[in-house]
């Protein structure tokens, strides 16, 4: 039977929205392992533009499910369209789209709240029992979605680990080619960009979880 994964991003570009080159490895890798992916983002604007190519904030919005589209090709969908019983897992890319668009983390930290329509689609998933991935510093987001106890990892950053602990969330640290995988809650998390200093090493770990959601849709 072929798998159905849903993929929820932040936008496009690091610094504002999803983290492209984690995006389209998980997508590449879905599609090699012959997956049926339908990617998501909540219509909503963004916390802020950035200037890729400065670095400055930009004087403009912009809109989180338009500019997730871009790496979708436009194969996109609100994110209230996310129906769990369509899925067998769900996935969620990394890029500080998700501290400033799917949650407030980014300004509050280890106070942060979730997106009312991400953590809804999010948690429909916790309930059913059915496996979520999450990467780079989207587990930031494990213990308001999971609840207190979930293990998950973010690398090895001291502060963000501290905020993860302080949620609830009990913190593993891991290098940027593994996974760390809460056996209980069906949740693989791995670094990717907050440690890969390449493409090919974001990839390794990326893979590596990619292939075990797929595993665990199995269990």
Known sequence: MTRKVAVILSGCGVYDGAEIHESVITLLRLDQRGAEVQCFAPDVQQ??????????????????LVEAAR????????VRELHVDDFHAL????????????????????NCTVQPDVLSAAQAFVKAGKP??????????AARIFGRGVVCTIGNDPETADALTQMGA???????????????NKLVTTPAYMLAQSISEAASGINKLVDRVLELTHV
């Open 47 to 64: 916390l802020q533009v950035v200037d890729h190519y400065s670095g400055d904030e930009m004087d403009e919005t912009r809109n989180v």
């Open 71 to 78: 790496i979708a090709r436009g194969k996109i969908k609100d």
């Open 91 to 110: 996935i969620m890319p990394g890029g500080f789209g998700v501290a400033k668009n799917l949650s407030d983390f980014v300004l509050s930290g280890a």
């Open 132 to 141: 979520v991935g999450m990467m780079c510093i989207a587990p930031a987001l």
């Open 170 to 184: 009990i913190h593993q640290e891991c290098e940027v080619s593994e996974v760390v995988e809460d056996h209980a």
